[in-house]
């Protein structure tokens, strides 16, 4: 699979469900965009999830209450480059993953460079937040 042959995608909201404007499913067409969302559904998803594939994902709901030990964070690091590569989507050289620990938060910044111009910049940057209590995924 490769990301830059996606034309159109179904736009989802914070949350993950189908994104609705004026009673419309909306419709995502900017490559970035696309992109971003992607990148989201793959991180947010646990094993399991999609029935066709059943490996999809960075399974981080599969390390909530783990101890906040440096091997947490480099299982992060190994899920979310599986969950970006493993089909083909990206590859491996295609992105940088920072990561930094705090009490029971995983602070998580994913940055992928574009050929797309973006603003001024030419890299996707995805700010993650993962409680390793509560399994909460926010991103930025």
Same mark, same amino acid.
């Given at each position: 699979?490769?990301?830059?042959?996606? @034309?159109?995608?179904?736009?989802?909201?914070?949350?993950?469900?189908? &994104?609705?404007?004026?009673?419309?499913?909306?419709?995502?067409? &900017?490559?970035?965009? @696309?992109?971003?969302?992607?990148?989201?559904?793959?991180?947010?998803?646990?094993?399991? &999830?999609?029935?066709?594939?059943?490996?999809?994902? #960075? &399974?981080?709901?599969?390390?909530?209450?783990?101890?906040?030990?440096?091997?947490?964070?480099?299982?992060?690091?190994?899920?979310?480059?599986?969950?970006?590569?493993? $089909?083909?989507?990206?590859?491996?050289? $295609?992105?940088? @993953?920072?990561?930094?620990?705090?009490?029971?938060?995983?602070? @998580?910044?994913?940055?992928?460079?574009?050929?797309?111009?973006?603003?001024?910049?030419?890299?996707?940057?995805?700010?993650?937040?993962?409680?390793?209590?509560?399994?909460?995924?926010? #991103?930025?």
């Amino acid at each position: 699979m490769n990301w830059t042959k996606i @034309i159109k995608d179904l736009e989802f909201d914070e949350y993950g469900d189908i &994104d609705l404007v004026s009673g419309d499913i909306a419709i995502l067409s &900017d490559q970035t965009s @696309i992109l971003r969302q992607n990148v989201l559904d793959r991180i947010k998803t646990s094993f399991g &999830d999609y029935d066709l594939y059943p490996k999809l994902g #960075a &399974d981080l709901s599969g390390l909530i209450g783990k101890p906040n030990l440096k091997e947490l964070s480099n299982r992060i690091n190994e899920n979310i480059s599986y969950s970006l590569t493993f $089909d083909g989507f990206l590859k491996r050289q $295609d992105f940088d @993953i920072e990561i930094v620990q705090e009490k029971e938060s995983i602070y @998580i910044k994913l940055e992928i460079p574009t050929l797309i111009r973006i603003t001024s910049e030419d890299t996707l940057s995805i700010n993650i937040l993962f409680n390793t209590i509560t399994g909460s995924i926010y #991103a930025s």
